[in-house]
């Protein structure tokens, strides 16, 4: 059974769509084409075989040979190297293939090169006029239209398309224009925006506001800056090592740190110049093809590769045993057989390894698989029942020598489900019996898949001396550790490169199956090897956010203190751990006695993997709703309640940075989204009804002691930055030139950051919110120590002692007598040696009172139709802290994106598997509906600059806390507008129409 | 055996087979409860031997059973 042949079609890519129906696996393709396709008036047969064809492409007459299925985004990228076109979903549903045919849109990736005829293409290259940019791409720049960039080319030329038709495009037809593009990052807003001033039209609706202390004062020696704007700052005492970067000033005393920044490499995501993964092309590189298992459950009998050898273009087969290749493990320990055990549909049986992606698709079809069909239980209720088929019948037997150490003792294992993870604290039963309020709701929440705009890739090229892999990945040193583990390398021979990666969520650490299959492809063929997922292998074998049910109870005193929160949670990761939630009931709003009782239920389907704030949204999701229910039946204005329990301990006054912050956050939002006016649940008349609803976001902060950088100063007073962490976006690489700017007096473009290769320093990977608290701070021990270096040299000059000089912008001057000074070039010109450098670490947490939670609150208004069951989002307003702010710019993009997933997740997300394959009934962007720009509402962002005084930047991360409140505040608005809990996600209009049918009997 | 190094508590960690892995086991995380422990209920693991979310031995990868004992377990 092949890959393609298998699939559904739903789930068939263009390119396969098009061989398999032109001809199959004998790669024979006879296409027809008329009018003005060819440019011709007859029909005309092309094929079988490569045909020479000629296109005007970016004003160019060009040449090339390919076979009649290849598609233009295809001949664009592989035979004429324009690999600004990106290929995000090879069906026509995403728009990052998005070029020009005679001025129009067309997506290249279900257009035929063939078709083009004498149509004029145009590409993302081809827009700018020689280095002057289109005012669409300097707008994009500006407005910070990107994050990842893997969608920009594509929205940059649909934008570019309107304006060259409509001068002064009004906000409804942009998003009409845009529509057809899909960022899974979320940067609509900011396409709008940079629509609206590329046209000279004042942009609104989607604002930022930075709030900081107008304090520029530096804290006294000894102490750092401890508060939050709004509140009080005070300065605290710290013991700093005196070989550490001392505490900057609070923002308004900073040049460059805490304003809002054009990222840095934003004309390359613009021009189509930033090479991502799947656009990394070397000398000689085959091309991949998995294939993977359409049942659900299933053991493998056999396996045939022979014909597949024998086609010609074929490099190296691969077959996933037991004992094969990097996998080796004691036979003795092996069960069942040679091949694992097939325990959800697209698991990978096979790959292989051919010339090109044509051959490589052609070559998976002719593997033949046998394969014992078992039953399978591929739902969380379906894999609950007693009588469900077992995803892992064998129970680990661990023997003698079992656990060691601290670790917990294996849960028990019945059926299908693990656990329960049992946390308690105080006596729960007894709190609840005594509490005058006792509510209780089962809420629903369902599988949500990463669905980045770039698929999961990489480009392997094994040689003697070194592996190297391309990858698109959150972390290149996680990917040199599992592949320098598999392969038995010694990690200095394994090297991992990202330059640029489209989008990750969680889901892209460490080297995946996929990795170590093109590493291994590639040793065998002695060539590298480029592996790209499609959509349909991204949905179902990457990972996902697992489902959840959850039963919480919440017992409240007459005033609404909280006596209790117990929670019983099912969840199921498919084939893996991971599904609890129980972090949100644990700790954000405390309690006399809290019980958390967490199972995980395996089913047959694909593993799960992090997910922006893993269990977070899911927890708060039900807790903040259940709060919301808590403030209606105590009689309170539900802020009120939150202000009330919202508390370090029961009955205290909050005192934790966290804490402080919702309060003021609470207020500020409150103003912003006119709380004041918000009517009683379903209040209003007529079938279309209004509602405001509010929820909490708390995340943990996450410090990486694997934050490592060198810096690098240069006679000619140039700078160099260079660590191993990579920039998923979220515009690290400007952040880090910040940082170094605002310590050498210079501009970020003065900074040359290199990032994204193990060959460097290793660096946090990108996840958890942990990467400016990480890297930040190595960046200015790293300058701090260049500095010492630079002083000693300009000092000697001046003839002052190193220890009074400072730097201020653009010069090296005497902090005594100002007017012994050298300007920046000048300083440089001093330097001993031809250059300067410093590596360093993170140093390590100063010692202070703990902050380890941070987040914000999130205001939602909606518009709900009674009738049609619609959900529209009007307006949200996100008021967040993050530690101090690097670049309020970037910081609003990221917050952007956050509401728009949680917006996606809890109106449209839903991943569909047939109940009896386990296949994925909507693995593509068509029927997997992620949000668009139509259904992106206006974001209110305000932030607040907050200092921890715990580090010498105190910078923290805010991806996974722009996220968590979105979906609850959004229940509680359609709370609000109908008088009718939903406890269920996705709300679709179905689920709605279903929950006012019931709310109105009862 | 190593150790946790987390400022609130200092436990001895198991030795968990080198195949394992977590999102958490990557880096050096300092103030987290140490992932070795296994008690984080959002964490999917994974086997570098098979690459997947079961051991060689077809059970599920954790680390409370990826430990000395399993027939699959290595060390070194």
Redesign the interface.
Known sequence: MSHDDDELPSGLSRRAFIGGTTGGAAAVSLITLSGKARGATSPRVSGPGAVRISMTVNGAPRTLKVEPRTTLVRALRDELGLRGTKVGCDRGACGACTVHLDGETALACTTLALEVGDRKVTTIEGLAKGTTLHPIQQAFIEQDAMQCGFCTPGMVMSCAALLAKDAKPDRATIRNAVAGNLCRCGTYPKVFTAMMTASGQPAKGWTLETRTTGNPAAPPPGSAWVGIAGGAVTAQLRTIPETEAKPWPMNPGLNVVGKSTSRLDGRAKVTGEAQYTSDVALPGMLHARRVVSPHAHAIVKRVDTRKAEKLAGVKAVFVVKKQEGATLVDPSTEKNGTFPRIRYAGQCVAAVAATTPEIADDAARLIEVDYEVLPAATSLDAAMASSAPLVYPVRVNLGGSAGGGGAAKDLAQQGNLRGPTQLSEGDVDAELAASAHKITGTFRTQVQTHSPMETHGIVADWKPAELTVYMSTQGTSTVRDDLATVFDLPKSKVRVVCDFMGGGFGAKFGGGHFGVVAAELSRRAKAPVRLVLDRREQHTAVGNRPSTLQQLTLGATREGDLNAVDLVSHGTSGISTGAGVGWAAQRLFPANAVRTRQYDVFTHAGPGAAFRAPGMPQGVFALDQLVDELAERVGMDSLDLRDRLDVDERDGAPTAPERIARKLERRIGADRIGWKSRHAPGAEKGPIKTGIGVATSSWRRIVDMDSACEVRLARDGSIQLRSSVMDIGTGTRTALAMVLAEDFGLRPEDIHVQIGDTRWPIGPSSGGSKTLVGITPAVRQAAHEVRIKLFAAVGKKLGVEPKDLRIVPGRVESSVDPSKALAWKQACATIPTDELAAIASRPADWQGPKADGYGGVQFASVQVDTETGVIRVLKVVAVQECGRLINPLAVQSQINGGIIHGISWALFEDRHLDHKTGRMLNANLDQYKVLGAKDTPFIDVILLDQYVGLTNTDAHGIGEPANVATAAALANAVYNAIGVRIRELPMTPRTVLAALKKGNRS | ?SE?KSPARR?????LC??L?C?SG???????TAW???????????C???????G??????????C??????Y?RD
């Open positions: 055996m946790d436990v001895e960690l198991p030795l080198k195949f892995r999102k990557y880096g050096a995380i300092e103030n987290n070795q422990l296994g008690t984080s209920t959002t964490e999917a693991y994974w570098l031997a098979t690459m997947e979310a079961f060689p031995d077809d059970s599920y990868a954790h680390a409370t059973v430990q000395g004992g399993r027939g699959c290595r």
